[in-house]
């Protein structure tokens, strides 16, 4: 039992006891817990399996149940019936759970050899079946969980892995390097098998699948790898000497026998020379700072670039691996050439900057010109807010000059308050004299003297030559009334 749990995609192993001979068991997608227990069986030689499965999971218990006895009879290789019983057997219930009983079924015997019903006994030699099944289980799985997050991984490096693999077919990258992509596949596929074993995650064919893309990608790189090999070997195959006319000669030159000339023109040199140790190549960038070129350089461990005084370029590349030395140097006159090309000629650079400045200039005449023509925009909206003003003031004051029987009305105010004071003046002299001039009203009485003082300057104060004749007539109205009101007082 323990053995088929372990190996069996519907079921997951959760304890054994060796000493009551009972395992618990989950199943994926199902609460509750399954127990199975060998017990004695009809006879001495015999054994049975007892189960009890939670009662709350219903059909999909008994289905899994079914399952169970017939995966333990193929594991066990025995053809078994299912005996029915009549007689409840004890149970081992989990505290956490209630169970339902399952009736025990006989297990293999192990004292027979002898056949049931016609049929061969389950170690029939020939029967290849549990092999079969093993084998398959390795490539695949049946698994209902989710899927291995690790054989994802494992399949997205291996194509990775045969990108990399077509691409080095045109690009000849170092052997070691596709070894090492190699290695880290491989370790990712090995982790997701593992991960992927029966009863846990699901994602065997995924890994299965990412195993081949790796091989079959190892095989590429390596392809193209031994391609780079065999350039490098035809090139140093070929006999060669340095160059000593053209370009050529503005280097250090190396003697050595196999090597080959890339391009070699007025405008610079391509060198590749094999058979170059370390040494050698330290010792040639050495040569090449003695010959001049120790300007701006820039020494890595298999690579020197510098310049001259005169502005020529000369480029050291090494592969130790392949014994290899290439050297790629330009002339003076072909790198001026190139930084004409890319960069802008002085009398462009000029003609670009006065257009810029006279582009500027317009565009601040331009701003200038709109600022005066707002400011006159407003100068004119203010004049013409001050005339509407001035016409409607004038307007109403005609309208007020007209309802005042044609009396300017700062006249007719001054006058009418000249006559309400007046006839308040009246009043107080009335009940003033009837009292008979008490003390008491003598502080009234001189605060009116002030009041009249004041509002007789007010009279005085006003252009009575620019009053119209309603003005005049008016004045000698209200002056003539406030004359009979002062009568009748005194």
């Known amino acids: 039992m323990v053995q088929m749990l372990g190996f ?7 304890h054994q006891d060796e000493q009551s001979h009972a395992v618990t068991f989950s199943a994926p997608n199902l609460n509750g817990l399954f127990t199975a227990k060998v017990v004695p069986g009809e006879t001495a030689a015999s054994s049975a399996v007892e189960m009890t499965a939670p009662m709350d999971a219903g059909e999909p218990a008994r289905q899994l149940v079914v399952k169970f006895y017939k995966d ?7 053809q078994t019936a299912v005996q029915a019983t009549s007689a409840q057997t004890t149970v081992m219930s989990a505290p956490t ?6 009736p025990p079924v006989p297990a293999a015997n192990t004292a027979h050899n002898a056949s049931h019903d016609g049929q061969n006994t389950p170690a029939e030699p020939g029967d290849h079946r549990a092999s079969k099944n093993t084998f398959m289980a390795m490539l695949t799985d049946n698994n209902p969980g989710k899927t291995s997050t690790m054989a994802v991984a494992a399949l997205v490096v291996a194509v990775v892995f045969l990108i990399f693999g077509f691409v080095a077919l045109g690009t000849y990258p170092p052997i070691s390097l596709c070894i090492i992509f190699a290695v880290i596949a491989a370790v990712l596929c090995v982790v997701a098998y593992l991960k992927t074993q029966p009863g846990k995650k699901h994602g065997r064919m995924l890994t299965m699948i990412a195993a081949v893309i790796t091989i079959i990608s190892l095989v590429l790189s390596i392809v193209g790898s031994m391609q780079e090999s065999g350039t490098a070997s035809s090139l140093c195959k070929s006999d060669f000497s340095w160059p000593t006319s053209g370009a050529a000669a503005d280097l250090p030159s190396m003697k050595k026998s196999r090597g080959h000339v890339s391009s070699d023109s007025s405008d610079g040199v391509d060198i590749y020379v094999c058979g170059v140790s370390a040494k050698e190549f330290d010792a040639y960038t050495e040569q090449l700072k003695n010959k001049g070129f120790d300007k701006d350089y820039t020494k890595w461990g298999t690579s020197y670039e ?26 003076s006159e072909y790198v001026r050439r190139l930084q004409e090309k890319s960069s802008p000629s002085p009398s462009a650079t000029e003609e670009t900057d006065d257009a810029s400045k006279k582009a500027e200039e317009e565009a601040a005449k331009q701003a200038e010109e709109q600022k005066k023509a707002e400011e006159e ?54 009940k003033y004299t009837a009292d008979g001039a008490p003390t008491s009203m003598l502080a009234d009485y001189l605060k009116m003297m002030n009041e009249y003082s004041e509002m007789t300057k007010k009279l005085d104060d006003m252009d009575q030559s620019a009053w119209t004749d309603a003005d005049m007539q008016y004045y000698l109205e209200v002056m003539n009334r406030v004359n009979q009101r002062l009568a009748s007082v005194s």
């Open 8 to 14: 069996n995609a519907s079921f997951d192993l959760v």
């Open 72 to 78: 333990l009879g193929d594991q066990l290789m025995a």
């Open 97 to 102: 759970q209630q169970t339902e009983v399952v």
């Open 306 to 331: 510098a310049e001259n005084a005169d502005g020529a370029k000369v480029s050291v590349y090494y592969s130790e691996s392949q014994k290899r030395m290439n050297v790629d140097y330009k002339t």
């Open 377 to 430: 925009r407003k100068r004119q909206e203010e004049e013409q807010k001050r005339i509407q003003e001035e016409e409607a003031k004038k307007q109403q004051e005609a309208q007020n000059q007209a309802q005042s029987g044609g009396v300017t009305p700062a006249v007719k105010e001054a006058m009418d308050s000249y006559e309400s004071f007046m006839n308040k003046y009246c009043d107080f002299m009335e």
